[in-house]
């Protein structure tokens, strides 16, 4: 009996020596867990080194203030010149009107008219002169007379002769002073006995017709 109760006892002792040593193979491993976990520390993270790109902000114009304190206002952008603007042709020059030609006048001859000229200012031989002017002309010209003093000149013109008179007043270069029918009696104190047989009287006032040459 004593025989069987020994193996038996050594095998029991072996099982209670492992048991210890995986305690202790245990104990250890774990205490080498605590240990490690209390010496590492989390890993800070780490900048990656890619930058993100952020767009530009533009910035807006600042108002520079003026010399008198007021903000100095920001100048508007010029417009950039497009190539249609740039093609376009300049301005052409407007035509004019041509001046209108004066009428043709219808004129009678100037041998078949009588002119009278009557000196109505205070110039010497003003009546002489214009006179001997219109009979170059080959015009009829009476003795010239005085009449009273005048504020302008002035053509008349008999019944019929206003053609005549507008005639004589464009080869003088005088279309613009006025024409008037005769009147009766006759202006500027000119009687009928000096008008004789004159389709047109001129009446010189103290204007252009006073101051023609001789």
Known sequence: MESNRAPNNQMALKGV????????AGAFVLARGLDDDDDSEPAAAQPTATATME?????????????????????????????EAAAAPADEPQETAPA????ELECRDPST?????ANGTDVGGAAGRL???????????????NATPQVNSAFYYRAGYEVDAQCIARLLGESEKPLFPMPDPPPGGITIDSLGNAYVLILIGPDSLAQRPG
């Not at 209108?100 to 009428?103: L, T």
């Not at 008219?113 to 000229?117: A, C, F, H, Q």
């Not at 006179?131 to 007379?145: C, D, F, I, K, M």
């Open 17 to 24: 020596v492992l048991v210890l040593a995986l305690i202790a």
């Open 55 to 83: 767009a530009e902000e533009i910035p807006e114009p600042v108002e520079t203030p003026s010399e008198d304190g007021e903000a100095a206002p920001t100048p508007a952008p010029v417009p950039e010149e497009t190539e």
């Open 100 to 103: 209108q030609e004066e009428e």
């Open 113 to 117: 008219i009588g002119v009278l000229v």
């Open 131 to 145: 006179s001997g002017e219109l009979n170059t002309a080959n015009y009829v010209t009476l003795r010239p007379v």
